[in-house]
């Protein structure tokens, strides 16, 4: 059957790119949370019928998880699947705090992976993510900054910060994790533009 | 900050995963939490001074099998539950197997006895405080676990937490076993297995808002 073909094909390409990403190669890094985000935008979107506008702000909040528990990713699993399950999870996360019981939201799919069945462009998200990064503590909120923002490297940015360098890749992990608990909270809704 | 912004930012420095970072992350705090428990157990019970006449009987090989299995199963359940792309198909009642065995044993023994030795098999010496010892020293390796389990991606929390909560008592139960002279699977299968469910049930409430990310 060609159409699973592609979808192995696609599952291949995209572990490789993620996998050569974790050994230190941003750029297809990027390409792989690229394709990723198409897939988890049709997949929230499915799901999200009734909160359209909401779509974008939980693609962002999985993109962020992806990234900051790249290192659960077993070599051993498919990649679609790993990142299905957090999909699935945060997606979950969300009904749980607007208050709809999770029995009611059916979220169990026939297929375990993530499968783009449609493609729509990005919208804008509501929520914007640098603003929740103002509202971090400086150490965390400098590290980003330099590194995330700016791109400096984390020796430049230490020499910019005064930090050492191997807490500046502390505290951009500890930041970025800050950020997630963050775009959690209630009162990070509809904060920003 | 737009979606493509987002994904340019976090790749922006090479995204490479430190594994030996995360692996001390998980050794260490655990060494620390069986230490702990140790120490306690030391301080509050006391090693059993016959510990080494204990462990020439095959008894107390019976216990320490059911104990590390029980301890080594939790274990590799929680690994499992804390990455997401297994999570969902984890066998989490394998933990329950060394149970299950123990109490088959211990029910065939208790068939086989004499009507008259039936309750002290039950009782032993110790039924009163023996659950109640076990959670307590479960309380350090639960607080590291908890710790650990925040470092991965648990997907399925109240299930974590109940499983995070029984390899604490499976393990405050291995300690404890350098204490405890009982050595009869008919009152293992009750006292102990009811010490090594409390903090699994306290895990299994407590997971939700222990564990989410």
């Known amino acids: 059957m060609p159409a699973d073909n592609a979808l192995i094909e696609r599952e291949t390409v995209l572990k490789a790119q993620f996998l050569s990403g974790l050994a230190g190669d941003a750029r297809t890094y990027a390409t792989c949370l690229s394709e990723l985000s198409r897939l988890l935008r049709s997949f929230l979107r499915k799901r999200l019928q009734a909160a359209p506008d909401e779509v974008e702000d939980l693609v962002q909040e999985v993109l962020i998880a992806i990234h900051n528990q790249r290192h659960t990713f077993d070599a051993a699993q498919p990649l679609t699947a790993w990142a299905h399950a957090i999909a699935r999870f945060k997606l979950i996360d969300f009904f749980r705090r607007r208050g709809v019981r999770g029995e009611q939201v059916d979220i169990d799919d026939v297929e375990d992976e993530l499968v783009a069945h449609d493609d729509h462009g990005a919208q804008d998200a509501k929520r914007d993510v640098l603003a929740l990064l103002d509202e971090l503590p400086p150490k965390h909120r400098e590290a980003i900054h330099w590194v995330k923002i700016e791109g400096l490297s984390i020796a430049e940015a230490a020499a910019k910060t005064g930090q050492s360098e191997s807490s500046v890749k502390v505290n951009i992990h500890r930041g970025l994790k800050a950020l997630a608990d963050r775009m959690r909270m209630p009162s990070a809704q509809g904060t920003g533009a | ?213």
């Not at chain 2, 792309?85 to 989490?92: E, H, N, P, Q, T």
């Not at chain 2, 291995?174 to 409390?198: D, Q, T």
């Open chain 2, 1 to 213: 900050m737009k979606t493509e912004e987002l994904i340019s930012m976090l790749a922006k420095e090479p995204p490479t995963v430190d594994r030996a970072a995360h692996a001390r992350g998980v050794w260490l705090p655990l060494a620390v939490g069986a230490i702990a428990s140790f120490v306690l157990m030391v301080v509050w019970q006391t090693i059993n001074p016959r510990l080494w006449s204990l462990a020439e009987n095959m008894w107390f090989w019976v216990r320490f099998a059911f104990l590390a299995s029980s301890s080594a199963l939790a274990w590799l359940v929680l690994v499992r539950l804390g990455k997401p792309g297994f999570a969902l198909r984890a066998k989490w009642w394998h933990v329950a197997i060394p149970m299950a065995v123990l109490a088959v044993l211990g029910a065939a023994l208790l068939m086989r006895a004499p009507s008259g030795e039936r309750v002290p098999m039950l009782l032993g010496v110790s039924w009163d405080v023996c659950s109640r010892n076990i959670a307590v020293l479960s309380i350090p390796i639960f607080l590291v676990s908890v710790w650990i389990a925040r470092q991965f991606a648990p997907v399925r929390l109240r299930l974590t937490g109940a499983i995070l909560g029984f390899f604490a008592g499976s393990l405050g139960a291995l300690i404890y076993s350098l204490h405890c002279p009982e050595l009869s699977p008919s009152f293992l299968m009750i006292w102990y297995v009811l010490g090594m469910l409390i903090p699994a049930a306290v895990g299994a409430a407590l997971g939700r808002r222990l564990l989410a990310w």
